[in-house]
Each structure stands twice: as structure tokens, then as C-alpha cells.
């Protein structure tokens, strides 16, 4: 959001938990942002963006529950089903990490549109796993309060309003990992990717790599997405197993 | 090479210093292919793998003294100037590494081939600066004995044979950085590229960004290649600065 602020030469409030990572708060700051930060268990960051939109006219960009935002992040699997197509191939699933659940539900509406056959996951953190528990039992469940993971992006306490109902209808599951699957999945983004990827971005490729399905035979198309990392949670995660 | 010939289904033998980084050899040696390791200071590599090709009917594929090498290393200036055009940017400057020097050979033979007014620089390692001395005097130079460098990929002891007569008629000259320099370049492009870019390939970059040319108003392409680099060396650079 920053970024775009910048380039449209528009000014831009980022509403960031105060535990965020330096890497993020620093880069919406260069970015020109004026950053507000707020506490993640006592305060309501809904409640302060709409105090600072209602008294500077600032329209609201919601992280997850909104239909353009959905639609928007839903480009992702466009883009995924023509690049797959451009190459031949015939995907059998796609894993998008989930918090709020917009890039997952705004995905598996454009993919299971253009490829029904393909099985669209979500990919959730150890403790923040709202989505599987809610797909499991139908209805939308909370995660208990304290929780910790080290995926500091995937942190909500219950599914998205708008998200949900689209996620139960398209949703195959959701693939839940823990912090040292994530870690191994960053490490193995640095040794064989070479991309720099945050806990949270990690989340998709931890699922594949720690055989939360069958992938015997299959094709599968992972989003890695996000690169805000600090190097102390960096440098842990790729000094975890041996070079 | 490795991965080529994996591709292809022929059989690879590397021949790399023993003081490699163990995610090149490990690497290599996951593709398939056979490495064999020799001393950077005792050993004649060019004499091992002539022994290995008239002794199993390989074929020799020179790091940059043949002229098919330097062409395809030059595919990356071909690329270089259609991506610019696509985005209408005309470049001043292009930088590439130079160890052998065939990159930033074929490169200058394409980016000068097709934008004429487009400088082209290389970048060296302080202590393995033989191009940008060569330049200087417009012979040969060739490297003191003993030096040291984080950037392993580009130590040569003199300049090749047939790239060094296209490098003194093309380049503008050759931009010679530290190893501090090196790392912090690592460090912004983990920070702000999200790549993990290994020392000798973060040379370019690392010109740009200390300012080894006044880049004020221009339009510069920085060639950043090669991703081998092992933990404890890429956790040095990413510490080395404040986040």
C-alpha cells in the first residue's frame, strides 16, 4: 500500500500490530507512510481507521474483508492458471497462505473458475489455524486467546465476514504447519530459490515440504508471498538445518 | 552446467576450487553431477580437465576463454536492452562482474552493438582488480599472489586471452569495491530486492551503491547473478548493518 501511495504521489496511513517487523515498519516509513501502531490484544484497529478516515476523509483499504480487495488478490490465481497453461501444465492443487482469508478465497473463486478440477487449499499457522478448525466443523471458530507463531502476518482471531462463506464453498482444506516447518520452508527458499521469504510467506511451500498431502505424481503450484523479515528471525530460520 | 546437464540427461563433472561454498558443491553434486575439487593455489585446473576430457571424450566447457561462452553470456546484455526498451528507460551505464571477464565481455559486445552511448562497466573485488589495472596500463596485469576476497567466483590470477582485447576496446573502465562494500550490497538486496544474492554477484551492485560513479539523474542496469553462498558467510553480511 505504501509503495502505490508512493508512486500515485498520494499520502497513506499504515495501520500496523506494534510488534510488526522492523523490516515492515521501516519500508512503509521510506516509503513516504506514516506508520500507527497499534497493540494486538487491547486495541481495535478497525476502530482507529475508522477514527482517522472519519476525521481526515481517507478512504479505508481493509486487509481482507471487502470484494474489491478479494477480487484483487484473486489476480494471483489468474495469473497462476495462465503462467501453469503457458507451460503445459495441468495443476492438481494450489496452496495460498490465509490469515483474514482474502488472497485464498479471492484466489480459489478465479481458480476453481478457470480449472475446477484444481484443489485450492489454504495454508495456516500452528495456533492461528481458524480456517481449518471453521471448515472442519461449518461454522466460523475463534483461536484461543495467547497464542504464539513466529508467522507475525497470519495472526487473526476469527475467519473474515465475506471471506468465509466463499472459502467453505471452494476450499479442499487447510493445511496447518508449525514454526519449524516454516522455518525449513524459508531455508529451503534461500538455498533453492534463492528468494528471501517472511514467516508467514513461507507457510504455503512448509505445507508441501513437510507432505501435508500426497504429492506423489502431482503438480502443484504454491504462492510465496512476502518478504518483511528481520534478519534475527531470518538468520534462525536459515541457520536451522545443515547447509 | 549442472543443472543443464540434469536436464538433458548427460553426464556433468565440475571442477571447482576446494574452497568452494559448500552450496555450490552441494548443489552440483545434487544435480548429478561429479565435482571434483582442486587447490585455487597448487593446481592447474585447465590441466585436470583436459586430463578428464582425453581420457572419457568429454567436452570442455571453459569458464570464459571461448568465444561460444562469451556469446552466450552476452544473451544477458541482449536481454538488458530489450527489457529497458520495454519500459522506455535509456541506459547510461550497465555494470556486470568480471572474474575471467567473458560476462562483461559478450555483454559489452551486445549492450554496445545495440545502444552505443550506453557505458559499460565491469566490477572487480579489491585485491583480484586485474581488468581494472589491464585497463589502465592497456596490458595484461596480473594479480599479487596471497590475496584475499569474500568473493569467491571471481578470483583470477590475469585476464583471459580472448576477453581481454574485447574488454579493452569496449568498457568504460572497472569499478573495484571492498568486501565491506560487498556485504552491505548483499544486505540491500536481501532488504529491498528480497534476493539472495551471493558476494561476487553483489559486486555491481555494490559499485552503484558506494558510489563508485556519480549516478545523479541517470539510468543505470546492474547485473546481479549467482545466489551460492553458504549461511554463516550470508548471516555476516545481513548483521552487518542495522536493519
Given amino acids: ?10 499520502a497513506a496511513t499504515i495501520i500496523m500490530p506494534s510488534d510488526a517487523p522492523r523490516a515492515k515498519i521501516e519500508g512503509a516509513r521510506a516509503n513516504g507512510a506514516t506508520v500507527i501502531l497499534y497493540d494486538r490484544i487491547k486495541d481495535d484497529r478497525e476502530a482507529i481507521g475508522a477514527e482517522i478516515a472519519g476525521r481526515t476523509g481517507a478512504v479505508i483499504v481493509p486487509p481482507y474483508d471487502d470484494p474489491d480487495i478479494m477480487a484483487g488478490q484473486g489476480t ?18 494450489v496452496i495460498a497462505a490465509s490469515s483474514g482469508g482474502g488472497l485464498v478465497a479471492g484466489l480459489a473463486i478465479a481458480v476453481k473458475g478457470l480449472s475446477p478440477r484444481t484443489a ?3 495454508g495456516e499457522p500452528a495456533g492461528f489455524d481458524e480456517l481449518a478448525r471453521s471448515l472442519v466443523s461449518g461454522h466460523p471458530e475463534s483461536n484461543a486467546p495467547g497464542a504464539t507463531s513466529i508467522c507475525d502476518s497470519l495472526q487473526v482471531v476469527r475467519p473474515g465476514k465475506l471471506t468465509f462463506p466463499v472459502n467453505k464453498a471452494l476450499l479442499a482444506g487447510s493445511l496447518v504447519v508449525t514454526d519449524d516447518e516454516v522455518r525449513q520452508a524459508m531455508k529451503a527458499a534461500y538455498q533453492h530459490l534463492r528468494l528471501v521469504v517472511e514467516p508467514g510467506g513461507a507457510v504455503p511451500l512448509a505445507a508441501l ?3 501435508k498431502l500426497d504429492v506423489t505424481g502431482k503438480t502443484f503450484a504454491v504462492v510465496i508471498s512476502g518478504g518483511n523479515v528481520d534478519p534475527d528471525v531470518y538468520i534462525e530460520a536459515i541457520r536451522n538445518q545443515a547447509a
Same sequence: chains 1, 2.
Wanted: glycine share 12%; hydrophobic share 50%.
Fill in 76 to 93: 494471483v490465481g489468474l495469473e497462476i492458471i495462465e503462467q501453469a497453461g503457458e507451460q503445459g501444465a495441468e495443476l492438481d492443487a
Fill in 120 to 122: 485450492v487449499y489454504a
Fill in 209 to 211: 515440504l513437510s507432505r
Fill in 1 to 10: 500500500v505504501s509503495h502505490v501511495a508512493k508512486l500515485l504521489g498520494i
